[in-house]
């Protein structure tokens, strides 16, 4: 007979004995007579299958005067609080459950039991009277079960016995079903015995007449697998290493970790290895076995790669040591991580580059200075120690400056600072204009009372082994104006009716302003460096004075300005010197001829003889020539011109409007024979007088 048709033939495994009448009253009417309950004995079923239990129930016919009448009948398993679930409601028992119910009795019939069946069935009923509601009990007892194959390692480690056992107490005889992957073996005996161990196959049992409901199958481990969990491992984290298998009987496990020989070194015996903090030292190979009494399994290995943050960070460079300007150089970021870290650079705590592990330059000026770099992953993070990269370099162009800022002030202190940025650092000399010779070597050129002459351009040159370079700056001392001079053109005394500009000039920085006064006035007369005066007239004698002013002081001087009446004074020089020349030239050729005309006097003559032929000279002897010479005031000093003595004839000539007149008197003598050397009576006199300023 095939497996089919023993499933075909099965029958339904029930009982139906009926029992001892158990007698429960409900709260309310306990201990009364007349109420009862009996159930038909507890039963033990193969899962799968159908079972069915009954109960006899009885009641009194009337109660407390009033006729019973039934109502409801329902079995449960199910009591809360006085709450009953009627198996038909059910949700467990959907579909399975047939009542079977008479006046006085109920069957309860239950399908393709199972395990979770396996509990203590009640009947409830309730009639009409209010308190009329009885439950029986102890109620029947279900157990289900099904067949188990009991596995036994006998003495010989190649023979294994295979048992097939059921929990319920089955009519005898019992015949027995086996099956190899789900194919009967021709025996139903209740044991089989195998040959070989680690077999592949699978192994059940049944109850012959019950063939749909055969035992679990008993195999070999199979399918052995070893679980990390959490997937990732962190250090110091918990991980926990668990082996699994399906097997029937259950297995039994070692975890193993692969050695530096890559062999086994037995790490736990169990399904599970737990690291409660793993390390790093943890990373490595890992493995398990399963086992029973008919096989075993090794599962295939795994590695565990614990993960960490940074561990440590450095930085190398390449070349080491100074480097010169225009080199190339590489810095190197190094760490410990898992995964590999990602690297920042940075230059005085500012980022230069992300991403890559090296750093290239050609270094200038602008590269030397401190240099970290930083390792990070998603485990953590950490700073390399900082690396200082020297680069040598010429001097840059210097910066010039001038303090105190601002105007530079006569009489302060002033301090010129050159500075260039320079490795090795620079030394400094300061020079003047284009002169070669150097002031000072001296990072500072310190003026301690700065003046005028300082004023120009100066430079410093900043040097080093690697080159030089310079820079200038100018120095512009300022300062009030200085005690300015004064002038008048044209110079001395100005005839009234012309012109006179004054003019005023004065060293200053920055640049004065110019103004003109008059003694005695609060308004200026004008500004800038000249002033002029046309049409000039008495009132404009006087002083005038010049303010000459920056922002830093004022100076001023004072001119005087004298202004005289107006003269034929230049006609006349030039006529009068002619005419002196003319009559000078005449006097000479007319004091000739009259001396050759006149016989010289006796010796012991008389004096007053002289006098007598004097007087009888002709008339054109007699006649006086006058000359008037007006001076101007600039001629401070009489100028004399003497000629011969004799008596000084006067005539008055006067003009109008002319004070100021002088007078050549020329008297023509009597000429003698012999004249006297000491008394020379044709000596000619012309006196030339100035006035005296002021008349």
């Known amino acids: 007979m095939s497996y089919k048709e023993m499933k075909a033939a099965a029958m339904s495994f029930s009982a139906a004995i009926r029992g001892v009448i158990v007698l429960l009253m409900a709260a309310d009417v306990c201990g009364q007579n007349g109420w009862a309950v009996s159930y038909s004995p507890s039963i033990c079923a193969l899962k799968g299958s159908t079972v069915e239990m009954s109960c006899n129930y009885t009641y009194p016919v009337i109660y407390k005067n009033v006729q019973i009448v039934i109502e409801n009948t329902f079995w449960f398993t199910k009591e809360s609080n006085g709450n009953y679930?009627?198996?038909?409601?059910?949700?467990?028992?959907?579909?399975?459950?047939k009542y079977q119910c008479t006046e006085k009795s109920c069957s309860l019939k239950i399908s393709n039991v199972t395990q979770t069946d396996s509990k203590d069935y009640k009947f409830r009923f309730t009639t009409n009277h209010q308190s009329g509601k009885y439950t029986g009990s102890p109620g029947v007892s279900l157990s289900v079960t099904d067949p188990q194959v009991k596995v036994n390692r006998l003495d010989d480690p190649t023979r294994i016995q295979l048992t097939c056992h059921t929990d319920c107490q089955l009519p005898r005889p019992v015949s027995y079903v086996w099956l190899e992957d789900e194919t009967p073996i021709t025996t139903e005996n209740k044991n089989v015995f195998l040959s070989s161990f680690n077999t592949t196959h699978r192994y059940q049992c049944a109850i012959k007449g019950h063939e749909d409901v055969p035992s679990p199958a008993v195999y070999a481990p199979r399918t052995t697998v070893l679980?990390?969990?959490?997937?990732?491992?962190?250090?110091?984290?918990?991980?926990?290493?668990?082996?699994?298998?399906?097997?029937?009987?259950?297995?039994?496990?070692?975890?193993?970790?692969?050695?530096?020989?890559?062999?086994?070194?037995?790490?736990?015996?169990?399904?599970?290895?737990?690291?409660?903090?793993?390390q790093v030292s943890d990373t490595g190979r890992y493995y398990c076995t399963a086992g029973n009494d008919l096989g075993s399994q090794t599962s295939p290995s795994i590695d565990i790669n614990v993960k960490y943050g940074p561990k440590s960070c450095s930085v190398s460079v390449n070349p080491s040591g100074t480097v010169e300007e225009g080199n190339p150089v590489s810095l190197t970021c190094s760490s410990d991580a898992?995964?590999?870290?990602?690297?920042?650079?940075?230059?005085?705590?500012?980022?230069?580059?992300?991403?890559?592990?090296?750093?290239?330059?050609?270094?200038?000026?602008?590269?030397?200075?401190?240099?970290?770099?930083?390792?990070?992953?998603?485990?953590?993070?950490?700073?390399?120690?900082?690396?200082f990269l020297d680069v040598l370099y010429a001097p840059k162009v210097p910066s010039v400056s001038i303090s105190p800022s601002g105007d530079i002030m006569e009489g302060n202190s002033v301090t010129l600072t050159c500075s260039s940025d320079a490795n090795p650092a620079a030394n400094y000399t300061w020079y003047r204009g284009k002169d070669k010779k150097p002031m000072k070597s001296n990072k500072n050129l310190i003026f301690n009372s700065i003046n005028s002459n300082d004023s120009g351009q100066y430079y410093c040159t900043a040097t080093n082994t690697k080159g030089q370079n310079n820079s200038r700056v100018n120095v512009d001392v300022k300062y009030a104006p200085r005690s300015p001079s004064v002038s008048l053109s044209p110079s001395g005394d100005i005839m009234k009716g012309s012109s006179v500009t004054l003019?005023?000039?004065?060293?200053?920085?920055?640049?004065?302003?110019?103004?003109?006064?008059?003694?005695?006035?609060?308004?200026?007369?004008?500004?800038?460096?000249s002033f002029t005066i046309t049409n000039i007239q008495n009132e404009h004698n006087g002083n005038y004075y010049c303010k000459v002013q920056n922002k830093i002081g004022w100076h001023n001087a004072t001119v005087t300005v004298n202004v005289v009446a107006v003269s034929l004074m230049y006609i006349l020089i030039g006529t009068i010197a002619s005419i002196l020349l003319i009559m000078i030239f005449l006097l000479v050729l007319i004091s000739r001829k009259w001396r050759k005309s006149t016989p010289p006097p006796k010796p012991g003559g008389n004096p007053n003889n002289i006098e007598q032929s004097q007087g009888s000279?002709?008339?054109?002897?007699?006649?006086?020539?006058?000359?008037?010479?007006?001076?101007?005031?600039?001629?401070?000093?009489?100028?004399?011109?003497?000629?011969?003595?004799?008596?000084?004839?006067?005539?008055?000539?006067?003009?109008?409007?002319?004070?100021?007149?002088?007078?050549?008197?020329?008297?023509?003598?009597?000429?003698?024979?012999?004249?006297?050397?000491?008394?020379?009576?044709?000596?000619?006199?012309?006196?030339?007088?100035?006035?005296?300023?002021?008349?």
């Open 503 to 529: 003019t005023c000039s004065s060293d200053a920085n920055p640049a004065a302003n110019y103004s003109w006064y008059k003694e005695g006035e609060k308004a200026p007369k004008a500004s800038g460096k």
């Open 227 to 278: 679980s990390v969990t959490p997937s990732e491992t962190v250090e110091g984290s918990s991980v926990t290493l668990t082996c699994s298998s399906d097997a029937n009987p259950a297995a039994k496990y070692n975890i193993y970790r692969v050695n530096e020989g890559q062999h086994g070194q037995l790490l736990r015996t169990g399904p599970q290895s737990v690291f409660s903090s793993i």
């Open 617 to 695: 000279l002709s008339k054109s002897q007699e006649d006086l020539q006058y000359a008037s010479i007006q001076f101007m005031r600039k001629q401070r000093d009489p100028v004399y011109e003497n000629f011969t003595p004799g008596k000084t004839g006067t005539a008055d000539l006067e003009e109008e409007g002319e004070q100021n007149v002088e007078y050549a008197t020329v008297k023509f003598s009597q000429r003698t024979e012999n004249p006297e050397p000491e008394d020379d009576s044709n000596a000619l006199y012309s006196v030339i007088n100035k006035p005296k300023r002021g008349n």
């Open 338 to 387: 898992n995964p590999a870290a990602n690297y920042t650079w940075y230059k005085e705590n500012k980022i230069i580059l992300t991403g890559s592990k090296v750093y290239h330059v050609a270094v200038g000026s602008e590269h030397r200075g401190n240099y970290v770099c930083k390792a990070q992953n998603q485990h953590g993070e950490r700073n390399s120690s900082s690396l």
């Open 85 to 97: 679930v009627a198996l038909k409601d059910d949700t467990d028992y959907s579909d399975r459950v």
